[in-house]
């Protein structure tokens, strides 16, 4: 049975992810607005109003930015922690979602949707009840875990043996270091419940790498505190040291700030 993955974007100015199966649809995140949303869809041939529903990771801008708009264009269903939900209702960050539309999910219970299971996974990181999620049918699974302080045996156990990985590799440490960032902002990221460094990303791999594991894409990287290639050739790097061959059975990409990938079929 077939699996279909693309990154709509993936940085901190807005994160999407399209997962598909031959008969259901979902979106990890909607982080951008609803019409990049939908051109980002439309690239890969993707009609939005195909989307079966949409699951939050968490209340952060860049990963909810589309998500009430989605969901009232499109009468999609959102699925998210009970914390999230509190938020949401809290500060009325997505506005007024039809009650049928508010679904809930709890950390590692799984969610069916015809041929795909949608399992959530609690990750370390500053919001309400964020989650991780991997994607499962009886071939494949692909696991997406960003925004990550560090990575705890939680995270390592969903994560292994995925088919495909999409993981934070957020900020190189030099340049967050000396950049212009305030220092309470420059002490979250580097929290243990901030985000991961590239070196973290890629001792991380290395250290719990199966075979299984084919497509490797880094993302939610910083704008400001990061580089393509640097968080590229960091990550390549320690994969290679590690005996890991890349660039042949195992591809590495770099998840696209403002554009799709390419949609990836298994």
Known sequence: MSINFCTIASGSSGNSVFVSTHSTKILIDAGLSGKTIEAGLRS???NCAEIDAIFVTHEHTDHI?????L??????PIYATAGTWDYFAHFDVIGKIA?????????????????MEVVPFDIPHDASQPVGYTIKTI???IAIATDLGHINDNVAKNIHEADVILIESN????????GSYPAHLKRRILSNTGHLSNVSCGRFLADTFSTKTKHIFLGHLSQENNRPILAYETVKDILLANKIDVGGSVGLYLADRHRPSAMLSL
Request: hydrophobic share 30%; aromatic share 4%; proline share 5%.
């Open 139 to 141: 071939c494949h699974k």
């Open 171 to 178: 900020h190189d440490l030099q340049m967050l270091t000396n």
């Open 44 to 46: 890969n041939g993707i």
């Open 65 to 69: 930015k589309g998500v009430g708009v």
């Open 99 to 115: 009650d049928h539309n508010k679904l809930f999910v709890t950390p590692d219970t799984p969610i069916v949707m015809d041929d």
């Open 71 to 76: 969901s009232r264009r499109y009468n999609l």
